[in-house]
């Protein structure tokens, strides 16, 4: 299935891309704007993507595959990321993480089947002094224990 962006997030690009010095030095938020568009960064989308940043398309996937924030398949409506970097695992984001799968019926990388949830397992996401932490789309919550963070999931709901 072919990709295209929508003529306003066209003009959102164009917008974009004056701000930079070159085209493809504006593939983060292109790739941002096409996943908002799409739902999630397919091949079809990076093709694009790379047209419109006039880059290889192997660059555009390796600035995909490398940011934790782009998605390459279908996430839930809430997309909870957990780190489990060593600060995070040091004060307990494992105890965290198997709590989320427990409470959400699924394991890394997967969506539950209402759609509402999927789970992400991450290296870094720089809160190394107000471990753990989780992210719940593009909201970050610190200084977590199991039972505040059940408290976030429930509140979700």
């Not at 957990?82 to 600060?87: G, P, Q, R």
């Amino acid at each position: 299935m072919e990709f295209k962006f929508t003529e306003e997030n066209l003009q959102k690009i164009e917008t974009v891309l004056k701000k930079y010095p070159e085209k493809k030095a504006a593939v983060m938020p292109v790739l941002y704007i096409a996943q908002e568009q799409n739902g999630y960064i397919s091949g079809e989308v990076m093709k694009e993507v790379a047209r419109v940043c006039e880059m290889p398309e192997e660059e555009v996937l390796g600035v995909v595959t490398f940011y934790t924030m782009y998605h390459q398949k279908p996430i839930g409506k809430y997309h909870i990321q957990v780190c489990t970097n060593v600060s995070c695992m040091l004060r307990g984001a494992y105890e965290i993480y198997d709590k989320v799968k427990d409470q959400l019926r699924i394991n890394n990388g997967e969506v539950t089947a209402d759609r509402q949830f999927s789970l992400e397992e991450v290296e870094c996401m720089g809160s190394c002094g107000t471990a753990p932490m989780i992210a719940v789309n593009e909201d970050y919550y610190e200084n977590l224990d199991v039972s505040s963070t059940i408290k976030i999931l429930e509140s979700l709901k």
